[in-house]
């Protein structure tokens, strides 16, 4: 199931499954051989205990590699660059938010609620500054290694914006202007997963409107400025229930008005429409520096992040008869689950990795690119979707 959603590749799981075969072949082999000479429960101990020990390893392995992740080697290379984050005061946002602030950058919160994100920037800035107390004395903050860099608390800032409303996005991106700031990176962050169908203030569906347009607006009004960046990127987080839209992305009834509304296939479309605006960004951001005279323009590089299953309050709108099991579980669910710490690990890897200078258009999760399926590379609709949005954002 991993597989097929783009947590990791099928080799991972055809190593585990070969050991675990192996040994269940060797205890039948073990059993047969020794039937005759001692009892069939003493034939069975050591290759009982060899499988028990070998699945607490395959088990292990799975955790380390699918659960938590990688934890991503920043080096320095998040010194000085400014990041603007949506949805940063809670869960992968505002972890984001902490590793890139303690790793040197200008962090700017774009939250829909002020107190709650000036909320998040205390435990923030409480957490890198415990963390920088607890670093070894030869071992200085990055802030204190240059004079460039100023302390956190200078580097952590708040604007409103909420992405499900356009004039809200138009109004943060007037407010990010006034700082002077230029822009390094943009981490479209902010998402929601509804219950039930509800629409924003000019009626359009709040899961496309939040995950898709308000982002895909935010996105253009600020490209100029990431265009200006020796290394601009975008950060687009997206999730691997995008394969539930099996039939591609709906844009005859975009809005889904005409479809029966269900939590997860309109998600899905949401997420699906998250790629397909990052693979057509790559594609006139490819044509503008082909069509660039001076041959100066550098293009900036867009890269798609599938966090993993991340615990987080994402679930908050989900219908009573999903949300209460979940929490009632909650206890077995969150050994299968990431912390929002690893969940952030694959966005701060895709902001910060020299790796990946030049590259675009991929997909990302635990920090390693995998292929998505054929209807989320459809060019064709990925021109018809942009075309839309463009439309329905004016």
């Known amino acids: 199931m991993l597989s097929g959603f783009h947590e990791c590749p099928w080799t991972f799981h055809a190593a585990s499954i070969a050991v675990r075969l192996a040994i269940l072949i060797a205890a039948i082999g073990i059993f047969l051989a020794t039937n005759e000479t001692q009892s069939s429960s003493q034939s069975l101990i050591a290759p009982a205990v060899i499988f028990a020990i070998s699945s607490i390893v395959c088990i292990y392995r ?10 991503p080697s920043i080096d320095k290379t998040a010194l000085g ?14 972890e984001t938010a902490r590793q890139l602030l303690a790793a040197g950058a200008t962090v700017v919160m774009a939250c829909r609620s002020e107190s709650r994100a000036r909320q998040a920037m205390k435990d923030i800035l409480s957490k890198v500054s415990k963390g920088a107390a607890e670093t070894d004395a030869d071992s200085n903050p990055p802030w204190e290694d240059t004079k460039l860099i100023s302390p956190p608390k200078e ?11 356009y004039d809200s996005v138009r109004s943060a991106v007037k407010d990010f202007e006034k700082m002077n700031l230029t822009l390094d990176i943009l981490i479209n962050n902010a998402g929601i997963m509804m219950g039930t169908r509800k629409e924003n203030s000019i009626g359009h569906e709040m899961n496309m409107a939040c995950n898709h347009l308000g982002h895909f607006l935010l996105t253009n009004l600020l490209l100029p400025k990431l265009q200006q960046a020796d290394d601009g990127r975008i950060i687009v987080v997206t999730s691997c229930t995008y394969v539930l839209a099996t039939e591609g992305l709906d844009l005859q009834d975009w809005n889904c008005e005409k479809r029966k509304y269900t939590m997860f296939s309109q998600y899905a479309q949401s997420k699906l429409a998250n790629i397909l605006m990052a693979k057509e960004v790559t594609r006139r951001e490819k044509m503008r520096i082909e069509n660039d005279k001076s041959k100066k323009a550098k293009a900036v590089g867009v890269h798609i992040v599938h966090p993993g299953l991340v615990r987080t309050d994402v679930v908050r709108n989900m219908n009573w008869y999903l949300k209460y099991p979940n929490m009632l579980f909650s206890s077995v669910l969150i050994t299968m689950q990431k912390s929002p710490e690893a969940g952030a690990y694959t966005n701060v890897f895709c902001a910060t990795s020299k790796s990946l200078v030049g590259q675009s258009g991929d997909y990302f999760s635990n920090s390693q ?3 998505v399926n054929e209807f989320a590379n459809d060019e064709k609709k990925a021109k018809a979707l942009w075309d839309l949005s463009v439309t329905l954002t004016s």
Not at 62 to 71: N, V
């Open 369 to 371: 690119v995998f292929k």
């Open 155 to 165: 580097r952590l800032l708040f604007i409103k914006c909420d992405v499900s409303d």
């Open 81 to 94: 660059k400014v990041v603007i984050i949506t949805g940063a005061n809670t869960g992968i946002g505002k």
């Open 62 to 71: 799975t955790r380390k590699h699918l659960i938590t992740g990688p934890i």
